[in-house]
């Protein structure tokens, strides 16, 4: 990519610290105690529960003699009652520190968890960027998933059911005090949401690596987080116990994490949003299915940055000219979906084509991410986009 301007401030946000490797999770106890907790409120959600991830986590933080109370009943595409909800039980406990633990979802929720114990009213109330007034309590983020990269970004997402909205927070308080990545808590992902997580932090990666608000950070971050995946997703998918495999991906969303936080996002997240909401699709799954179709039409958006997709995902872009080599990013992807068993036609979930008005229609109200996005989009530019999708 072309060098960057000393003249433009770039920033870079992240967590206060990060520990990464097999068995870090052990080390919670301490930093729960150097952050100064004695009363630990757990977030989580009925998988992370069935997995029996659980007792693990809260055996050794009771034996060291702290109170520790457990809220499970996080649910995907978290409603917004849910953090208030928690916030409550959490309040009321006078809970001191929140520990997040579980995918995306458990993760935005304990940081909704963490600012509404110090904050009043609904969470829904400070939707927009650094709308809090008070710091929240200290929060340690765990993720079981190696994909939204929650625990290194500053964004809290929740779904406004009365409207049935996604409704995204924004702030450097909502970024953990610590992440802790431990591959061993991902090894029991099934498949298919290896693969749906893993699309989810590829997705990160790629929009912000060709964000027009990238930064040098973004460009470092995003393109390993690009590499790893590449590489580690069809391992992780096939074998579930590579450790090797599942601490690659578990680093590449954390990366991808920080990048989108550095560099923001694009239009495959707008349209994604709407088949969440309407049809109850995971965020990675959304994301995977709209990400092939969205790049091809952002292609001479950034053709550089997309030919340097393709090279980081082990294609041969030697001798071609500049459209042609950013045609094998889309490659490339459609190649890693396939590997992964994830189909990118909408037909194929059930989404009947006379719906696509629809998502077009919630597609604009998410129009904070047509901004960064490469390529100016029209809305019948997303119609036409939803209809290639089909």
């Not at 990060?18 to 009363?39: C, D, F, Y």
Request: net charge positive; charged share 20%; with cysteine.
């Amino acid at each position: 990519m072309s060098g960057y301007d000393p003249e433009k401030v770039s920033t870079f946000l992240a967590p206060n610290k990060h520990l990464l490797g097999k068995g870090v999770a052990r080390q919670l106890g301490g930093e729960i105690k150097t952050l100064g907790g004695s009363k630990v409120f757990v977030v989580t959600d009925p998988g992370v529960v069935k997995a029996g991830l659980v007792p693990a986590i809260i055996e050794p933080l009771k034996s060291e003699g702290m109170k520790v109370g457990v809220y499970d009943k996080v649910r995907p595409e978290p409603a917004a009652g849910i953090v208030d909800e928690a916030a409550r039980i959490a309040r009321s406990g006078r809970y001191d520190l929140v520990v997040g633990l579980g995918g995306g979802s458990s993760l935005d929720v304990a940081k909704g968890v963490a600012m509404m114990v110090t904050n009043t009213g609904s969470i829904l109330d400070y939707v927009g960027l650094n709308m809090f007034p008070k710091r929240g309590i200290p929060k340690i983020l765990v993720p079981t998933t190696a994909g939204t990269g929650s625990e290194a970004s500053w964004v809290c997402v929740v779904t406004d059911e009365r409207k049935n909205e996604k409704k995204s927070l924004y702030g450097f308080m909502l970024l953990p005090d610590v992440a802790m990545l431990d591959p061993v808590l991902t090894v029991s992902m099934p498949p298919s949401v290896t693969a749906d997580t893993g699309f989810d932090a590829l997705v990160h990666a790629i929009e912000s690596y060709v964000s027009v608000n990238r930064t040098p950070y973004t460009e470092i971050m995003a393109g390993e987080a690009i590499r790893l995946i590449s590489r580690n997703l069809p391992v992780a998918y096939a074998k579930g116990g590579d450790i090797k495999a599942r601490y690659n991906m578990l680093l590449a969303a954390n990366l991808a994490g920080m990048a989108f936080t550095s560099g923001g996002l694009g239009a495959t997240h707008g349209l994604a949003y709407p088949l969440g909401t309407q049809y109850h699709m995971s965020h990675g799954r959304s994301n995977a299915i709209m990400l092939p179709h969205v790049m091809r039409f952002n292609l001479t958006g950034n053709l550089e940055g997309y030919a340097g997709i393709a090279r980081m995902m082990g294609e041969n872009i030697d001798g071609l000219s500049p459209y042609e080599a950013s045609e094998k990013a889309v490659d490339a992807v459609m190649r890693l979906l396939g590997a992964v068993r994830i189909s990118c036609r909408l037909s194929d979930y059930g989404v009947q084509k006379k719906k696509i008005s629809l998502l077009t229609k919630e597609a604009l109200q998410q129009s904070r991410f047509f901004v960064p996005n490469p390529k100016d989009i029209t809305e019948e530019d997303i119609r036409g986009i939803y209809r290639d999708a089909y």
